[in-house]
């Protein structure tokens, strides 16, 4: 778009793309990716937007309680959280699997934790549009990791209570 200013004798042309003013956030970007994969099915997708193992050891693992660390280690963890992420996913897909539903808006929260260069968020809150215009706002991940502006999804599992 094209706008003209007129400043006295000098005329100013401010130039402005769509796309700088409506940027959207990495987070956007991965949960319009989630949204896209929900729609055509797509299970292999769905592990390129989840955290490695190794960030889970280096950035999730050592942020649970102490309770949850002293009752099983990170070897263990890593297989029950990988179940219930999978426990998620499976509910997300019979939820929304094959429909087209648009990213409305998406209300991410503070980190719970900040670390040197890493940030865990909860699942955020999304706000989407099915075809017939309706809207709704849900939790379609559980977690978040921003690692260097780029987030995976820490797990697929919502608590029922944070829905």
Sequence with gaps: MKYLFRTGGLV???LVSST???AQS???D??????KSVETNDRQSFKGYVVSDQDIKSFVWPNLSGVLRSSMNVDQYLQTSAKSSDAGLAELLIKFGGKKVTLVKLMLPEPKKK????QLFDGPLVTIRDEAGSESSTRIVGGLL????IYK????YVSPTTR
């Design 146 to 149: 921003e690692r260097g502006g």
């Design 20 to 22: 700088s003013v409506f």
């Design 26 to 28: 990495p987070a956007e």
């Design 12 to 14: 100013v042309c401010l």
């Design 30 to 35: 991965l949960i319009k990716n989630v949204l």
């Design 115 to 118: 670390g040197q260069g890493y």
């Design 153 to 156: 999804v820490t797990t697929y």
